[in-house]
């Protein structure tokens, strides 16, 4: 954990009253790993950037703060497609919880504000756009604030697997409410995008809280690619029979077929895609949270914030762009922390695919040249012959248990490894001296037969 700055210390009365809240409202005995600290950070008043991963608790740590603090906890969320299930779900339990986002008409939304401004609401998640209006703003002026929760915030960084521009504008939040403290949370960042964080937000003096990255009781499989529907039936069929999962593929067309491959094949399964009314969306999300054994198929636009614990295996057709949305999307694997797999079937055409995406996309130079390196770490992960967690842990910074983390395909099926220094080199040999002598550019197939 990093410096401090700025706060108070919590009362011990505060601090029972955090653990009562816990008790009372969400029916848990006790706190879990970094949250007790981070709570009482935030409801002395200070400012935490807090990197926990999926299934931590990280809804916790901002929630608790709003309930216990004087005032409503306004919460910064991109999840515009699932505000409804959360403050739905706070509600049951007993919190007064609003939103406002797009999806609402004007007579909707001025019963929220009216609500606010009542003082009725202990949490108002709004969507991040909502606060680039100065109609927003004024609102928020006029009542009393807990806490800023700023969820997803990895959102902010430019060079992200998953930026957006509207988070650029939360800074404004620490200026213009300095006595208000903030939080933002993620599940997923680097060193350097945590800092980065840190920066855009306007955070300097916030407390750092860094959880463990590690999820023990996910399996991580890796298989060569050859014939990816066909290998995810087995898969299921042999490991995962009538459970919950999701599927990822790169295209909505890819999405759509293996859907409708499963279905055929006696799989329960829906796509999930941009392409897909925003009915058939919102359907097809409420059945896989209230339904058991669903399959959803879908691309990366499902599942951040996704809430259903039991989700059994998490599985890749297509290679992500990332490892940070590798982690994030495995991440929704497991919650109840049960056994699970995040599975994923890799070739060659993956690579070159999205070589070709990286070059023919939009921004400018330094954009391709960072995009690529996500991709070349991605690779890495793919093709170590190493502990896969270890690998994984190492790229977030932390240090890896050097005898391997016995739940990974590489641990528990060691690969064969070979020198292949003298092989390299012969074919490094003939490129150039083809290159040379003749002038022209040779395949991998043609050289393979000169040698």
């Known amino acids: ?68 603090r004087a005032g409503t906890g306004i919460v910064v969320s991109p999840l515009i497609a699932l505000m409804q299930d959360q403050v739905d779900a706070l509600r049951a339990l007993g919190v007064r919880a609003g939103f406002m986002n797009s999806t609402q008409d004007f007579d909707e939304r001025r019963v ?21 209006l100065d109609s927003t703003l004024d609102l928020l002026s006029r009542g009393k604030i807990a806490v800023f929760a700023i969820d997803e915030a990895h959102c902010v960084s430019q060079w992200g ?8 504008a939360l800074s404004l939040l620490g200026e213009r409410w300095p006595d208000v403290p903030r939080i933002a949370l993620t599940a997923t960042a680097t060193r350097a995008t945590h800092q980065e964080i840190t920066e855009r937000l306007n955070m300097p003096t916030a407390r750092h809280f860094v959880a463990s990255f590690d999820r023990p009781n996910i399996q991580y499989r890796i298989v060569p690619k050859a014939d990816p529907k066909k290998q995810l039936l087995s898969f299921l069929r042999e490991e995962h029979t009538g459970d919950a999962g999701i599927v990822y593929c790169l295209s909505r067309n890819s999405v759509e077929k293996t859907a409708e491959f499963l279905s055929r094949n006696g799989i329960e399964a829906v796509p999930y895609h941009a392409g897909l009314d925003a009915g058939t969306r919102a359907a097809h999300q409420s059945r896989f949270l209230r339904e058991d054994g669903l399959v959803v198929v879908a691309t990366i636009a499902f599942g951040m914030g ?39 079937a890799y070739g060659l055409n993956d690579v070159i695919q999205q070589r070709k995406l990286i070059q023919s996309g939009e921004g400018d130079e330094a954009f391709r040249r960072r995009a690529a390196a996500h991709l070349d770490a991605m690779l890495a992960l793919c093709e170590t012959a190493q502990c896969r967690r270890g690998q994984l842990l190492a790229y977030f910074g932390q240090d890896p248990d050097p005898s391997g983390c016995g739940n990974c395909d590489t641990c528990l099926t060691p690969p064969e490894t070979w020198d292949g220094t003298i092989a390299a080199q012969k074919v490094l040999s003939t490129v150039v001296r083809l290159q040379r002598e003749r002038g022209q550019k040779f395949g991998a197939v043609q050289i393979v037969d000169i040698l």
């Open 161 to 168: 697997h998953d930026f957006r521009p509207d988070y650029l």
């Open 112 to 132: 929220v504000e009216a609500e606010f401004l009542a003082g009725e609401l202990d949490l108002l998640y709004l969507a991040p756009e909502r606060l680039r």
């Open 306 to 344: 996704i809430d259903k614990p039991d989700v059994r295996f998490v599985a890749h057709l297509d290679l992500p762009k990332s490892v940070e949305g590798y982690y994030q999307e495995t991440g929704r694997a497991g919650r109840d922390r049960l056994p699970s797999t995040a599975w994923m």
């Open 1 to 68: 954990m990093g410096g401090t700055g700025g706060i108070g210390v919590m009362t011990a009365v505060a601090e029972s009253e955090a653990l009562a809240t816990l008790h009372r409202v969400f029916g848990y005995e006790a706190f879990r790993g970094e949250q007790e600290a981070v709570i009482e950070h935030v409801v002395a008043g200070g400012d935490a950037v807090v990197l926990m991963p999926t299934g931590g608790g990280k809804s916790l740590c901002y929630q608790i703060p709003s309930l216990v």
